[in-house]
């Protein structure tokens, strides 16, 4: 959620920064901004509404300036508005600042300051924090950015211009992601990666309480005490054209073209004909043969994969396995013991409620294990054992191939884990990692085979204003996620029950023509969810089934059937995601919606 970017060297740095703010627009916004330091002076230009619009005022406003930061606030105090856009500054105009996060105490802040003599321009939480930096400056800067972050109560990141020292950008960094891009005589800083992935490959990531100084050819690092600190420098190796479109429409149908690829990549090294190799997680064989319980946390999207990882689990290694919403798990007491395994699920490894319920679940003694698509994320630098999930940057903000790779990757730690704890012999184990294998040449297969037949059906859908999603076991799973991409790029109102619940009150708004989208690729379950189809039929909905090829009887019973290779029903899931991410995306097409940047939603949930 918003997206910070900051300048420092030779070059001009207005279309700098608005080059790295366009690259950040998947993390959702409604307004933007921009502050560029000439040396004499701080202009700052800032506008509700797209990029688009701040860009004429770039151009006639900005001054030459080879310093400054930007943002793209997503609304959280104070409406969408040009003056509540970031960047905001304080009486004096001598700081001007950008932040990400929630300042939970800004109302008491507020009030104390008005009565000190300050005024106030917003109804943001973010003024405040240039205002407490006048009050706390005493002639160094730095030791006013610490004593300010100490009366903060909340999250934040944020990036601080200073009138009297023109040749710096000042940050602090807690529980809202920071990185700082090196260059040569010329240096950056961002929320996210993408931002300034074509200039430079080599960051530092900044951690919780660190303060930095970035000037053209210096990074000062601080911390908590203001004591100087050495960083690790991480090698990014996405290349900059994954984060381009190359000639899609949206970065959504990108991505989903992506997927085989995705796949791939997260495979290799790690899955062959001879079985699994995870060497990377590091797990103890003691604890691997003690281990009897499972927490998955997750929100979103990752939460749909996380459910299908349940049932793998089940399936494969006879475990308890407890999935979770993060925002919730985080306020349950959970009993966890020692040899309790807790895997968080998050695309960004920023995800805030994910972050939180995972510290705390470190805090009780459990393992943490951890997918992600963000080497260095804070997720990813909090867990005892890493799999990253290799998808590439993911731009749209409804996600596709990062969810894929989440399936997969329980696909792979299922097979393992049962290996490991001997669940599996030897011969079902060189089974299970051969049909894995095949699945990047299936996926392909349908994306090839399957669109021109969901462009026909996603008019139906384009009409309707309310559709129905329903599967039994792993096939329920799906459909939630399947309902999820039509609701949030679509804006149809879509939702998913187990086809076993229709009875119990879903049944009452089933009618002619609503349409309902059938999940029906567990084999061993067939019957039982052809019955529940039966029931909608019956009431006249207009049904959409997919099902493995081999199941032609379906088409006894409803007009459209969309089908997908035949494979072991274990990882069907990796395939039927795929037409109903393609029936989103048409839908929405058709709608004229914007598919990339759904309304007012965000690639990364960085506040609660």
Same mark, same amino acid.
């Given at each position: 959620?918003?997206?910070?970017?900051?300048?420092?060297?030779?070059?001009?740095?207005?279309?700098?920064?608005?080059?790295?703010?366009?690259?950040?627009?998947?993390?959702?916004?409604?307004?933007?901004?921009?502050?560029?330091?000439?040396?004499?002076?701080?202009?700052?230009?800032?506008?509700?509404?797209?990029?688009?619009?701040?860009?004429?005022?770039?151009?006639?406003?900005?001054?030459?300036? +080879?310093?400054?930061?930007?943002?793209?606030?997503?609304?959280?105090?104070?409406?969408?508005?040009?003056?509540?856009?970031?960047?905001?500054?304080? %009486?004096?105009?001598?700081?001007?600042?950008?932040?990400?996060?929630?300042?939970?105490?800004?109302?008491?802040?507020?009030?104390?300051?008005?009565?000190?003599?300050?005024?106030?321009?917003?109804?943001?939480?973010?003024?405040?924090?240039?205002?407490?930096?006048?009050?706390?400056?005493?002639?160094?800067?730095?030791?006013?950015?610490?004593?300010?972050?100490?009366?903060?109560?909340?999250?934040?990141?944020?990036?601080?211009?200073?009138?009297?020292?023109?040749?710096?950008?000042?940050?602090?960094?807690?529980?809202?992601?920071?990185?700082?891009?090196?260059?040569?005589?010329?240096?950056?800083?961002?929320?996210?990666?993408?931002?300034?992935?074509?200039?430079?490959?080599?960051?530092?990531?900044?951690?919780?309480?660190?303060?930095?100084?970035?000037?053209?050819?210096?990074?000062?690092?601080?911390?908590?005490?203001?004591?100087?600190?050495?960083?690790?420098?991480?090698?990014?190796?996405?290349?900059?054209?994954?984060?381009?479109?190359?000639?899609?429409?949206?970065?959504?149908?990108?991505?989903?073209?992506?997927?085989?690829?995705?796949?791939?990549?997260?495979?290799?090294?790690?899955?062959?004909?001879?079985?699994?190799?995870?060497?990377?997680?590091?797990?103890?064989?003691?604890?691997?043969?003690?281990?009897?319980?499972?927490?998955?946390?997750? %929100?979103?999207?990752?939460?749909?994969?996380?459910?299908?990882?349940?049932?793998?689990?089940?399936?494969?290694?006879?475990?308890?396995?407890?999935?979770?919403?993060?925002?919730?798990?985080?306020?349950?007491?959970?009993?966890?013991?020692?040899?309790?395994?807790?895997?968080?699920?998050?695309?960004?490894?920023?995800?805030?409620?994910?972050?939180?319920?995972?510290?705390?679940?470190?805090?009780?003694?459990?393992?943490?294990?951890?997918?992600?698509?963000?080497?260095?994320?804070?997720?990813?630098?909090?867990?005892?054992?890493?799999?990253?999930?290799?998808?590439?940057?993911?731009?749209?903000?409804?996600?596709?191939?990062?969810?894929?790779?989440?399936?997969?990757?329980?696909?792979?730690?299922?097979?393992?884990?049962?290996?490991?704890?001997?669940?599996?012999?030897?011969?079902?184990?060189?089974?299970?990692?051969?049909?894995?294998?095949?699945?990047?040449?299936?996926?392909?297969?349908?994306?090839?085979?399957?669109?021109?037949?969901?462009?026909?059906?996603?008019?139906?859908?384009?009409?309707?204003?309310?559709?129905?999603?329903?599967?039994?076991? +792993?096939?329920?799973?799906?459909?939630?996620?399947?309902?999820?991409?039509?609701?949030?790029?679509?804006?149809?109102?879509?939702?998913?029950?187990?086809?076993?619940?229709?009875?119990?009150?879903?049944?009452?708004?089933?009618?002619?023509?609503?349409?309902?989208?059938?999940?029906?690729?567990?084999?061993?379950?067939?019957?039982?969810?052809?019955?529940?189809?039966?029931?909608?039929?019956?009431?006249?909905?207009?049904?959409?089934?997919?099902? %493995?090829?081999?199941?032609?009887?379906?088409?006894?019973?409803?007009?459209?059937?969309?089908?997908?290779?035949?494979?072991?029903?274990?990882?069907?899931?990796?395939?039927?995601?795929?037409?109903?991410?393609?029936?989103?995306?048409?839908?929405?097409?058709?709608?004229?919606?914007?598919?990339?940047?759904?309304?007012?939603?965000?690639?990364?949930?960085?506040?609660?």
């Amino acid at each position: 959620m918003c997206g910070i970017v900051g300048y420092v060297g030779n070059k001009k740095a207005a279309s700098i920064l608005y080059n790295g703010l366009k690259r950040l627009e998947y993390r959702g916004y409604d307004s933007s901004g921009i502050a560029v330091n000439d040396g004499l002076h701080i202009d700052v230009v800032k506008r509700k509404g797209k990029l688009k619009d701040l860009k004429n005022e770039i151009k006639n406003d900005m001054n030459g300036g +080879t310093i400054g930061i930007g943002h793209t606030r997503w609304a959280t105090h104070g409406q969408p508005s040009d003056i509540n856009s970031h960047p905001h500054s304080n %009486c004096k105009d001598n700081f001007v600042i950008v932040h990400n996060g929630i300042i939970e105490n800004f109302r008491q802040i507020k009030d104390h300051l008005i009565k000190k003599g300050h005024h106030f321009k917003s109804e943001t939480d973010t003024e405040v924090i240039a205002h407490l930096l006048e009050e706390n400056n005493q002639g160094n800067i730095l030791q006013a950015l610490k004593k300010t972050a100490e009366q903060l109560k909340g999250s934040y990141a944020m990036t601080i211009l200073a009138a009297d020292e023109p040749n710096r950008i000042y940050a602090a960094r807690k529980d809202s992601p920071l990185i700082i891009g090196l260059g040569e005589n010329e240096n950056y800083i961002a929320s996210d990666i993408p931002a300034f992935l074509g200039e430079t490959r080599d960051f530092y990531i900044l951690e919780d309480n660190e303060f930095a100084v970035i000037k053209k050819d210096k990074v000062d690092i601080y911390n908590n005490n203001l004591e100087q600190i050495d960083k690790k420098t991480h090698r990014i190796d996405w290349d900059p054209e994954m984060a381009e479109k190359q000639g899609y429409e949206h970065y959504m149908l990108k991505e989903i073209h992506e997927q085989p690829d995705a796949v791939r990549r997260l495979m290799a090294h790690r899955v062959s004909q001879t079985g699994i190799n995870l060497e990377e997680l590091k797990l103890d064989q003691d604890f691997l043969k003690r281990l009897n319980k499972i927490h998955i946390i997750a %929100c979103g999207t990752a939460y749909h994969s996380a459910l299908l990882g349940k049932y793998m689990l089940e399936d494969l290694v006879d475990l308890k396995v407890e999935t979770d919403v993060a925002s919730e798990y985080r306020y349950r007491k959970v009993p966890i013991e020692k040899d309790d395994l807790v895997i968080a699920v998050s695309q960004s490894g920023e995800t805030s409620d994910t972050l939180a319920s995972l510290r705390m679940a470190k805090e009780k003694g459990a393992q943490i294990l951890v997918f992600t698509n963000t080497r260095g994320s804070s997720i990813a630098r909090e867990a005892d054992h890493l799999m990253l999930l290799k998808a590439g940057p993911e731009i749209s903000v409804a996600s596709t191939k990062a969810y894929l790779n989440m399936i997969v990757a329980f696909y792979i730690f299922s097979i393992f884990l049962a290996y490991q704890k001997a669940k599996i012999s030897l011969e079902e184990y060189k089974k299970l990692s051969t049909d894995l294998i095949k699945l990047p040449e299936l996926i392909e297969e349908i994306i090839e085979d399957s669109g021109e037949l969901i462009k026909k059906r996603a008019k139906k859908y384009a009409e309707s204003k309310s559709a129905f999603f329903i599967g039994r076991h +792993t096939d329920y799973p799906l459909a939630m996620e399947g309902a999820l991409k039509l609701k949030e790029i679509s804006y149809i109102h879509s939702e998913a029950y187990p086809a076993g619940e229709l009875k119990h009150g879903a049944l009452a708004l089933i009618e002619k023509g609503v349409p309902v989208v059938a999940v029906a690729v567990r084999k061993d379950i067939f019957e039982k969810t052809l019955s529940n189809i039966t029931e909608v039929e019956a009431r006249q909905a207009d049904v959409t089934v997919v099902v %493995c090829k081999g199941a032609q009887e379906i088409e006894d019973i409803v007009d459209h059937v969309i089908y997908i290779p035949d494979v072991n029903q274990l990882f069907a899931g990796a395939l039927a995601i795929i037409p109903l991410q393609l029936l989103a995306y048409y839908t929405a097409l058709l709608k004229d919606c914007d598919i990339d940047q759904p309304r007012n939603l965000a690639k990364s949930v960085t506040v609660e």
